[in-house]
C-alpha cells in the first residue's frame, strides 16, 4: 500500500498564492503519473495538472499559467503551486500517484487538502 501525505492548503485571499504538497510513502517501486485534482463543492472531481515520469507537465485550460506542478521524484514527492488565486480555484484539492507492477496499474489518492479562496 502507498500512503500519500497532502499539506499546503487553507484560506487565502483572491490573487494570492499558495503551494501544495503532497508526499508519498510505503510499497513503493516507481512512480509514474503524479497528478493534482480538485473537487469544488457540488461539482464533480476534476484533473487540475499532471507530471510524467519524465517531468511532462499538463494542465486543465482554467489553471494554464496560473499553477505550476512539478515533482521531487527521488523524494516521491509533488508539488502544486497555484498563484492569481481565484474563487472558483476553492475546493478540496487530491494528490494522485500510479505505479505499474507486473503489467499492472496501482492508483493512490491522498485524502485531500481544503483551499479556500474568498476576501
Known amino acids: 500500500q502507498v500512503h500519500l501525505e497532502e499539506s499546503g492548503g487553507g484560506l487565502v485571499q483572491p490573487g494570492g498564492s499558495l503551494r501544495l504538497s503532497c508526499a508519498a510513502s510505503?510499497?513503493?517501486?516507481?512512480?509514474?503519473?503524479m497528478a493534482w485534482y480538485r473537487q469544488a463543492p457540488g461539482k464533480s472531481r476534476e484533473l487540475v495538472a499532471t507530471?510524467?515520469?519524465?517531468?511532462?507537465?499538463n494542465y486543465a485550460n482554467s489553471v494554464k499559467g496560473r499553477f505550476t506542478i512539478s515533482r521531487d521524484t527521488p523524494e516521491n514527492t509533488v508539488y502544486l503551486q497555484m498563484s492569481s488565486l481565484k474563487p472558483e480555484d476553492t475546493a478540496v484539492y487530491f494528490c494522485?500517484?500510479?505505479?505499474?507492477?507486473?503489467?499492472?496499474?496501482?492508483?493512490?489518492w491522498g485524502q485531500g487538502t481544503q483551499v479556500t479562496v474568498s476576501s
Open positions: 494522485y500517484v500510479d505505479q505499474v507492477f507486473l503489467d499492472h496499474k496501482y492508483s493512490y
Open positions: 510505503g510499497d513503493i517501486l516507481t512512480i509514474n503519473d
Open positions: 507530471i510524467t515520469m519524465d517531468d511532462e507537465p
